[in-house]
């Protein structure tokens, strides 16, 4: 079965810095992997993913994330933050299977502050 | 609508209660999940329907747990005899095929607490 480390419950940063949410997975196949972002009262929304081809993959808001197989990681990173991304980030993955069923980690609440 | 949506967006229930919620998926999808996100914790997969087969309901977590989708849009997920560990956030997401290329569209979700 595989399984998904978010380890960083919360990240407070400031405006404007660089900002990193870590993410680990576990499984003995291979996965395919997501990053969905939760902004207050609303619904997830997928941020990016990583299906294969180029191990950096970016979202159209600044945000990147690079799938490194021999650490099992997919890190999220931005550069600059803004105050409109604040939110609960959850990095999920997927196996290779008709049902496409997510599993998720515990999610990292991103606080920007001015 | 635009969007998945489900109903209502808030239900609050004693112990002992049947409640039932509503996903109305976008459109045409062909796939739809359910997840339960419990406080401070990520979505865990509760089932999954291609059209109106339920393929997977390994996530269920007891038998007081049923999912339904008939005509293969709307669905219905139903707790019998709710208990206080049943409370969180119910989510449903729907793809427009099935298959891990597919983008799952999640809704905003039903808060359910039991008393």
């Known amino acids: 079965a595989q399984s998904v480390t978010q380890l960083d419950s919360q990240v407070p940063v400031f405006e404007e810095a660089p900002v990193e949410l870590r993410c680990n997975y576990s499984?003995?196949?291979?996965?395919?992997l997501f990053w969905y972002v939760q902004y207050p009262n609303q619904g997830l929304q997928l941020l990016l993913k990583?299906?294969?081809?180029?191990?950096l993959v970016e979202s159209i808001n600044g945000f990147e994330a690079e799938f490194n197989k021999s650490q099992t990681s997919f890190h999220l990173r931005k550069p600059s933050v803004h105050i409109s991304d604040t939110a609960e980030y959850f990095c999920?993955?997927?196996?290779?299977?008709?049902?496409?069923?997510?599993?998720f980690g515990g999610g990292t609440r991103l606080m920007v502050k001015p | 609508g635009a969007g998945v949506s489900q109903s209502p967006r808030y239900k609050v229930a004693k112990r002992g209660q049947d409640v039932a919620l509503r996903c109305d998926p976008i459109?045409?999808?062909?796939?739809l999940f359910w997840y339960q996100q419990a406080l401070g914790q990520g979505p865990e997969f509760l089932t999954y329907?291609?059209?109106?087969?339920?393929?997977?309901k390994s996530g269920l977590p007891s038998d007081r747990f049923f999912a339904e989708r008939p005509e293969g849009s709307v669905s219905t997920l139903k707790i019998q005899r709710t208990q206080q560990e049943d409370s969180a956030v119910y989510l449903c997401?729907?793809?427009?095929?099935?298959?891990?290329?597919?983008?799952?569209?999640f809704g905003p979700g039903t808060r359910l607490t039991v008393l």
């Open positions: 459109s045409g999808h062909v796939s």
């Open positions: 997401a729907s793809s427009r095929m099935s298959g891990y290329l597919q983008e799952q569209f």
């Open positions: 329907f291609q059209n109106e087969a339920q393929l997977d």
């Open positions: 999920a993955v997927s196996l290779n299977n008709a049902g496409n069923m997510l599993t």
């Open positions: 499984s003995s196949v291979s996965v395919y």
């Open positions: 990583y299906l294969s081809g180029s191990t």
